[in-house]
């Protein structure tokens, strides 16, 4: 891991098993694996390729495509379809929060189902077109 930290890269998808987890969490560098275990890593390593299309997950990820991830897995967005689903992330984001609001200040509930009309309505084709999720 310190090793891809100090080649700045932003992060590690393996379809493979890591281990020393509670070390990772502790560092603020995202990792995501297909599992855990005790085995020690490989420590000779050869570099194959770079910038060539792999498959991980059963999802094929590209140079340039978009990885986004947290606890729950990843999503890969195909390069060209990034910025759009960026954008309407964003605004689900602030309909999101609006709704937080709303509920925190014990607005109407037709207030607060209204958002939530706007944000099922929000989500639209950016989301629904060459997402992967694995």
Known sequence: MHFCQYQRLGGIVTDGKIRDVAEIRGMSFPVFARGVTARPFQSELE????????????????????IVGDADGIVIAPAETAQPLIAEVEELIELETRQEKLIRERAPLAEVQEVSRLKKIRKGPALNIGVQAT
């Open 47 to 66: 570099i194959v390729a770079v910038d060539v299309s792999v498959e991980c997950g059963g999802g094929y990820l590209r140079s340039g495509d978009l």
